[in-house]
């Protein structure tokens, strides 16, 4: 099934892909001093080209394939209904050029989609611009330094809890942040004194990620709003794993202030592959002034962009967003409803947990509490043996699953962080449990054969470093 050449060695001379109708009009050869020499190009039929693409995407991994665990990331399945609404051909065909006039539909799947997101959330406005996760927390802290500088007076830190994504500090440098580390509490969450410690009137205010990256639900998140805004701070909610927590609580009615969702994590776009992708970001009331622009508005039964807003960062992107992501996720809650919805996040919590409690005894678990939607071990219990996380995610591999997330987050030595996701099955949950407590098996077993692994997959083990610096890309 691997074995597969490339076109230029299945070209046979003469082979054809397309048949064209006998020509009715004289032959007339082009001047070759106007189009050069005819490219070389393979010469292959339509089945040639057709199997060639399709055994190379059998090389990757995808979801649709199996169970993909990589925590942080949401690799649940994207039902296709998704896929075909985006691909109606007023969708797929809209040019946001036409002007609103032209635009009503999609103006309308815009301005509704702005509204239930900001239901889901509890915010009263939404906007759709920015192309990602971290794009989205670029944005909001835009819009946090724009809120500070019309308040009169800058502030130059911005407080990041050792449990957040690593994108937070980064988005906030960018905004010319300097980012100040707070660390968790023993049981993984935030701990409000350390918050008021660290938080003063030179500190713009607080990147919460929640749930965190270890999987935990910030219980004092009320109490640190509350200290950061009585010293005039704004606290940013990364919410990228709304997934574990929508229909449960509204993070608009815990005290967060911006707050960003990812489409292609939560909302069920397919990801992973490079994009697109989709960060809305929801504000509160004393935000909205400071959105992007254009803002889609509805007046009667009509829909137009404006542009009119004082206060506004800006566009943060060509034209209005990613669309077709904003219509699969549009087709992904309308048809999931919102008690599907809610549903979803108590099955992404269930999985998680039911991996946590069954694997907790076979591999090391830091924080042994409730988890949300993911759960995260550490190779302590293998180490005796020199196996590490990066051995046993390889090991997955020969399993046909994906590995976990590996070495993130940073808070944990080694980590080993698995999200199953809502749309698997116990069956599948169960297989890779089992998978899981064999490999551990073989790491008292046969170490030397685990430290090779993958011996399945059509490439095996990596010598990452020159992979990272040297990259063959021909397979
Ligand atoms: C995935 C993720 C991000 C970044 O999202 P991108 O779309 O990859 O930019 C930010 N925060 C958290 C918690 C995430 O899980």
Known sequence: MFNEPELWDKSREGRCGISMPRSDVPRTDLDPALTGDAPELPQLSELDVVRHFVRLSQWNF??????????????K????????????????????????EFSQGALKLMYELEQLLGEITGFPAVTLQPAAGAHGELTGMLMIHAWHAKQGKQRSKILIPDTAHGTNPASATLCGYQSVNIKSGPDGILEPATVAEAMDED??????????????FEENIKEVCDIVHAKGGLVYGDGANMNAVMGIIKPGELGIDVLHLNLHKTFSTPHGGGGPGSGPVAVVEELIPFLPVPRVEKENDAY????????TIGRMHTFYGHFSVMVKAFAYILSMGGDGLTRASQLAVLNANYIKESLKTTLDLPYDRPC??????????????HISTMDMAKRLL???????????????DAAFMVEPTETESKDDIDQFIEAVKAIVKEAASDPDKLKSAPYLPKVTRLDEVTAARKPCLKG
């Open 372 to 385: 949300m939607h993911e759960c995260v071990f550490t190779d302590k219990t293998v180490q005796e043996y």
């Open 398 to 412: 020969d399993y046909g699953f994906h590995p976990p997330t590996v070495y993130f987050p940073l808070v944990v």
């Open 77 to 100: 399945y994207n039902p296709k209904t998704n896929e075909v609404q985006a691909a109606r051909k007023g969708f797929a065909a809209a040019h946001p050029l036409a002007g609103d």
């Open 304 to 311: 137009s962009f404006i542009t009119d807003c004082p206060d």
């Open 203 to 216: 500190t713009a205010g607080i990147m919460i990620t929640n749930p965190n990256t270890l999987g935990l």
């Open 62 to 75: 995808s979801i649709d394939a199996g169970m993909y665990p990589l925590g942080s990331c949401t690799m």
